[in-house]
T-cell receptor, first 113, second 109 residues
Framework: NAGVTQTPKFRVLKTGQSMTLLCAQDMNHEYMYWYRQDPGMGLRLIHYSVGEGTTAKGEVPDGYNVSRLKKQNFLLGLESAAPSQTSVYFC????????????FGPGTRLTVL | GENVEQHPSTLSVQEGDSAVIKCTYSDSASNYFPWYKQELGKRPQLIIDIRSNVGEKKDQRIAVTLNKTAKHFSLHITETQPEDSAVYFCAASDYKLSFGAGTTVTVRA
């Protein structure tokens, strides 16, 4: 049981490039989340999903897109990366809504030059 | 939306002393309050949580208190040890989590 995994662990992009971050969970959780973590700002919710085929905007959705085609996977896309998107990205999953424990992945450190 | 404020931003304590971190929240509908610990370079991990029908919860050296009327909750760590050094985040949720900015705790040997 791997829990929540993220791919890749590190990535460096140039401004304007695109990329997709993959999150996978093997706990059969309905809810999945993407956060970004910046120094002194805690974790901010980018997008989330309440089940396969659904997505919703979080606190800081601009510049990102997501898809949840399979229950176990949640993809975060950057279509045209900007230096302001340099951050550590964490995926999380939970069995139910916000009052259920969220389990985090190991994170992806993204640098945009 | 929910706004969570966390204080202090940094906390240095002598080994064996207690550490207290305080958070306030704005949305009275929030009813779940977890605390996460994050070691350097690692993922956040849940250490304790409390729900709105409970005023206090304890787990060994860690305790959390909740005052719904005042909309604040606190984390108490007693008998601190070097392995307690980490960043601690509070969060509040009605249907999705909002996090505080974090407290960097350093336990001095």
């Amino acid at each position: 049981n791997a829990g929540v995994t993220q791919t890749p662990k590190f990535r460096v992009l140039k401004t304007g490039q695109s990329m997709t971050l993959l999150c996978a969970q093997d706990m059969n959780h309905e809810y999945m989340y993407w956060y970004r973590q910046d120094p002194g700002m805690g974790l901010r919710l980018i997008h989330y999903s309440v089940g396969e085929g659904t997505t919703a905007k979080g606190e800081v959705p601009d510049g990102y897109n997501v898809s949840r085609l399979k229950k176990q996977n949640f993809l975060l896309g950057l279509e045209s990366a900007a230096p302001s998107q340099t951050s550590v990205y964490f995926c999380a999953s939970s069995p139910g809504p916000g009052t259920d424990t969220q389990y985090f992945g190991p994170g992806t450190r993204l640098t945009v030059l | 939306g929910e706004n969570v404020e966390q204080h202090p931003s940094t906390l240095s304590v002598q080994e064996g002393d207690s550490a207290v971190i305080k958070c306030t929240y704005s949305d009275s509908a929030s009813n779940y309050f977890p605390w996460y610990k994050q070691e350097l370079g690692k993922r956040p991990q849940l250490i304790i949580d409390i729900r709105s029908n409970v005023g206090e919860k304890k787990d060994q050296r860690i305790a959390v208190t909740l005052n719904k009327t005042a909309k604040h909750f606190s984390l108490h760590i007693t008998e601190t040890q070097p392995e307690d050094s980490a960043v601690y985040f509070c969060a509040a949720s009605d249907y999705k989590l909002s996090f505080g900015a974090g407290t960097t705790v350093t336990v001095r040997a």
